[in-house]
């Protein structure tokens, strides 16, 4: 059986595990990108070496369908949220519908708000970006990805990348 994956059939956040986030139109996550170190020398061209666990900053970016006073208002305190999917797909063999869970834990602060346009007859769309310290993506409770940079945890892929260099520090 392999998941062909189509779609989000439907979503919900929630901010410090209970209460629920209305109104967001969409969530853009993380790029998982590795910190590089540009190397050069005496007889040998540049190149940029990719350093094993260490990631760039990652950020969020959430989408408001609309203006209230409720608009994650928590300026300068840390976030915790958490986001839960429905992923609709195909069997690809039997072509049959199929759902898997998705859910994505996030914690970190608000770096900038975007209130939007006011237009007659418009749409105001607010955003606000997240400056992440942590990240864990699942996919039917598998941990596909997760970061911790105060706890030296690198997930990438379902492979703990800093297993190695751990053990060596004795952590």
Do not use: W
Request: glycine content about 10%.
């Amino acid at each position: 059986m392999s998941f062909l994956p189509t779609l989000i059939t439907d979503a919900i956040v929630r901010i410090e595990g209970s209460e629920e986030i209305v109104g967001i139109a969409t969530i853009t996550l993380p790029d998982m990108e590795n910190k590089t170190e540009e190397i050069s020398g005496l007889g040998m061209g540049n190149y940029e070496e990719v350093v094993i666990g260490l990631q760039s900053a990652m950020s969020v970016t959430l989408k408001f369908r609309g203006m209230s006073k409720n608009t994650l208002k928590t300026r300068g305190k840390p976030i915790n949220l958490v986001a839960v999917a429905v992923l609709q797909g195909r069997d690809g063999q039997t072509h049959d519908v199929m759902t898997q869970k998705l859910v994505v834990s996030m914690k970190g602060q608000i770096k900038s708000s975007k209130e939007g346009e006011l237009s007659k007859g418009g749409k105001v769309e607010p955003e606000r970006v997240l400056s992440l310290t942590y990240y864990k993506l699942e996919i039917d409770g598998e941990v596909q990805n997760e970061i911790d940079v105060f706890n030296r945890k690198v997930v990438i892929d379902g492979e703990d990348v800093l297993a190695a260099i751990n053990t060596m520090l004795g952590s």
